[in-house]
């Protein structure tokens, strides 16, 4: 049987973004990071952080529409950001993480065909089916359970697969931190757009939302 801790004063959720290879990436400045590993979203990236990540959701989504109504960009800039500037329904790698920040376990860890563009199941969770699933392997899970959520880092591993049960209220607030995080993120994005790619900032930014199931930022 799963052993259920209680430990409700060091457990964070933070937005976080999968980083595929990049070693030949020369369209902007971009941070090294580990392949396939995760960089967290918030307002404080560095600009070659926040490179990185814009290179990773325009890669997430580069990719044809099935009906092109215009023709394709042919220079490097415009052909990598096409589907990131024109796909109807685009993908973010990645997930909200949670984890015990005093020992590093996590307890929810985004799988594979998981995106931040899902980000609010976390609401359906606290307030709708009370359920919902993170990708696979792990095979992550959160369940409300009367006034309690309960996180399964591996709901199809073995019975030793962390698990912990929070209040709904303090889930609650997690959740709209990780949310500020991610706006946060997004405001620095517009910034970043900004400065490297003025001719895109605009429909850049506005198609980073769309990614993130965020409204647009505004100043």
Do not use: K
């Not at 109807?88 to 949670?98: E, K, M, N, S, T």
């Not at 309690?148 to 019975?159: K, N, Q, Y």
């Amino acid at each position: 049987m799963q052993r259920v801790r209680h430990h409700p004063h060091v457990i964070v959720m933070q937005p976080v973004l999968e980083i595929s290879p990049s070693d030949d990436f020369a369209l902007w400045p971009v941070g090294e990071h580990e392949s396939y590993g995760y960089l967290v979203l918030n307002g404080g990236l560095t600009p070659a952080e926040v490179g990185t990540a814009v290179m990773q959701i325009a890669d997430c989504n580069d990719s044809e529409p099935q009906e092109e109504h215009d023709s394709s960009p042919t220079d490097p800039l415009g052909t990598f950001l096409h589907g990131l500037l024109t796909m109807p329904d685009l993908l973010a790698v990645g997930g909200f993480r949670v984890t015990d920040n005093a020992t590093g376990t996590a307890f929810i860890e985004p799988g594979c065909c998981n995106g931040l563009e899902s980000w609010r199941d976390w609401l359906d969770v606290l307030d709708g089916t009370g359920c919902a699933y993170f990708g696979h392997d792990p095979f992550s899970v959160a369940e409300r359970v009367n006034d309690v959520v309960r996180f399964t880092l591996d709901a199809h591993g073995a019975d030793g697969s962390p698990v912990i049960e929070l209040p709904v209220e303090q889930v609650r607030r997690l959740v709209t931190n990780a949310q500020q995080d991610l706006q946060d993120f997004l405001g620095l994005a517009g910034t970043w757009a900004e400065q490297h790619l003025p001719a895109h900032a605009a429909a850049l930014t506005t198609a980073l939302a769309r990614a993130l199931d965020l409204p647009p930022h505004h100043d």
